[in-house]
């Protein structure tokens, strides 16, 4: 007997008749014999109504009153889904985050969990019943309700689990699994039946969409097995799991793009200690979240400090390299939101030297030019012009041997 | 200073718009001087969207889950309410009822409170906020969310108006008052600026619509002087006090009418102890709610006992009194739920004996024939046809002196 987490965000219960097929499923998967845990978000786009009722009523919005606001939607769903399953037989009960024990700082609208105290999780699993638990939410050290921020109800299930000890969390989704490239970009991109945390933390952090990096980073923390599944279609997705170090890697296992991000160049600094720091300092002051860096030192002792942050991020970080531009003494400060980043990623990448070869004469031969380059162990990402960056995907899911038969 | 609770109804807070007006009448109330508590009921038909979802997932409404659902409801509208007050520059928080301290019974859907314990709604006055609580909900001894049940909202208000020591519970709604009559009835209805404690719970009792009996009681238990007044014209509406004993009494307030009953009788019942007992023992198992019962004796030593249930339990009552006929000897047993009940009411009945004289000399004169009577000292209520009721209101309105000019 497995103890599993099944997770379901806002499109698998998005109406009664999807809450049907959720409780069928649960209903499966204890009838095979396990333990289910069921974590929920919101209906489909019941959140995004909420807040245009909060926008009707207040050019603000006080940041714990909206986590009150936003929380009741889980709320709806959960006694939903529970009511589904009594009318299949099976015994439940709806959890809040707070009954939930999911205890969190007091940073409204993006709060992070402190510490989990799933006494209540346990009881109900103790007497037979499927706990099913509000996503996204939990109750601060003030004993005010909070929300996770985006990505909120990967969180809760994933730290259910590991509160829990289960086997799996399995996320559910409207796809199908992780794939090779976005299958919307790549029409020969596969799904992929195992990736590493490790590269599943590469790709989300790089424009993977199928899951937040936050979830995947504190899956690996707790050696959480996930299994991203579709609601729909309900057959086995992609399993998101340690490295095994007795299997052959895929030298790359999936490529990624990113058009989401812009470029901030503060060009002809003097290339001594001290600069950067005053330049990073002053935007992490005006609270922008920096990406890539890339730095290259010319001959004539001035560099080029290039760097990427979030396209609505783009003006106010441009405001802040003017106003440091004279204090360090750079020339000029350009900003383009034209570029797009396409990154390779692989466990195996790590004993295959030629990589970083192939995917510079892959992207050569297509006639694009490379911008930026940054790199990690298992991932190379390049920035390219926007316009370039399907067919830099296309081309190197083809080179790297990824295209589906 | 004055501590005012103010309670808001669905229509009060049925759209964006609405909130608004809410919010600038509470400014208002807080610029006079006065510190102010709002409790809030979900939005307009918001519940009734949610009931519709449930019946669409499970054919049964397990009570808890039901709880979890509706008390969705609340939380929405307090955290909007909230912004905007925000937006007016009203320093707010909202509380759901768990945090406002209402501890209820396990009753899901029905809950009593058992305590109030509101430190945290102190604390938020004393820090200077008005405090939004969620109405209609609590949290049960055993932590489980629990909803009071039709008229919750109110109970709240006046539970909270007790605990707080508050100077007025104040109730808005989409009437401007208590009346005379039903103005639906009666066109010449009076909105009454005063109401005694008792009268009021006697009109609750016998079809007034405004205010339901259970907060009208607690009200008069702790002390707590209730104002209904209106959310869309702000006019000061009906005062619900105390008796004043320095004040001259109207004999008659208010006449009341209700048409929801049906009427029971069983017929040719042996005039001897413990047959009634066994009657009414036989629909309290059966969770049946009796209202009037009457029971009159003929000269055979037989006797006929009537007594009216809500239509709805009709058939149950039926099939219960079926089912005690042989054991107590009865003859026969008939239904009828083409019954209506008019009610006269005022504290100054108690004094002035001519008053049931008059009813029923004004009924004959309009050729309405009475089948029921009971009566309180401060109200007489008749069992009449149906069809009549109309006539009857308005013929003890004119008859009473209650005409407005």
Redesign the interface.
């Known amino acids: 007997m497995a103890l599993i987490v099944q997770k379901f965000g806002g499109t698998s219960v998005g109406d009664?008749e999807r809450?049907?097929a959720v409780?069928d499923h649960v209903a499966r998967t204890r009838e095979a014999g396990n333990e289910v845990v069921v974590v929920v978000s919101a209906m489909g786009k019941f959140t995004d109504d909420?807040i245009r009722?909060?926008d009707?009523?207040?050019?603000?919005?006080?940041p714990?009153?909206?986590d009150?606001?936003l929380?009741?939607?889980e709320?709806?769903s959960?006694?939903?889904?529970?009511?589904?399953l009594?009318?299949r037989g099976v015994e439940s009960?709806?959890f809040?985050g707070s009954?939930a024990g999911i205890i969190t700082d007091t940073d409204h609208t993006r709060a992070k969990i402190l510490e989990m105290r799933p006494d209540?999780i346990r009881e109900a699993l103790d007497d037979g019943l499927v706990p099913v638990v509000a996503g996204f939410q939990g109750v601060s050290t003030e004993?005010d309700?909070t929300t996770l921020g985006r990505g909120g109800s990967d969180v809760t299930a994933v730290a259910l689990a590991a509160a829990l000890h289960a086997d799996v969390c399995e996320i559910y989704t409207d796809v199908t699994g992780v794939f090779s490239a976005d299958p919307r970009v790549v029409a020969k991109a596969r799904r992929l039946a195992k990736v590493s945390f490790d590269e599943m933390m590469e790709m989300a952090a790089t424009g993977g969409r199928v899951l937040m990096l936050r979830s995947v980073e504190f899956a690996r923390r707790h050696a959480v097995p996930l299994h991203v599944r579709s609601s729909f279609t309900w057959e086995p997705g992609t399993w998101i799991v340690e490295e095994d170090p007795t299997m052959e890697e895929a030298v790359v296992t999936a490529i990624t793009d990113d058009k989401s991000e812009a470029k901030v160049t503060v060009g002809g600094v003097p290339d001594k200690p001290g600069v950067a720091a005053k330049l990073f300092r002053e935007l992490a002051d005006q609270g922008i979240n920096v990406d890539m860096i890339v730095q290259n030192t010319g001959a004539n002792g001035l560099t080029d400090i290039s760097f990427t942050v979030a396209k609505t991020d783009l003006a106010a970080a441009g405001d802040a390299c003017n106003h440091v531009k004279d204090v360090i003494g750079a020339l000029e400060v350009t900003t383009d939101d034209n570029i797009g980043r396409v990154s390779i990623i692989g466990a195996g990448m790590k004993s295959n030297p030629g990589v970083t070869a192939l995917m510079f004469e892959t992207l050569s031969a297509n006639g694009i030019n490379i911008e930026m380059i940054s790199t990690s162990s298992i991932r190379i990402s390049c920035v390219l012009r926007a316009e370039k960056v399907g067919d830099a995907v296309r081309a190197l899911h083809t080179a790297f041997g990824l295209d589906a038969a």
Chains 1, 2 share one sequence.
């Not at 009707?56 to 006080?62: E, I, Q, W």
């Open positions: 009664a809450i049907g409780a909420l009722l909060a009707d009523v207040s050019p603000t919005r006080p714990r009153e909206l009150m606001l929380t009741a939607g709320r709806i959960m006694a939903l889904v529970s009511m589904a009594g009318a009960a709806s809040t009954q209540r004993k309700i």
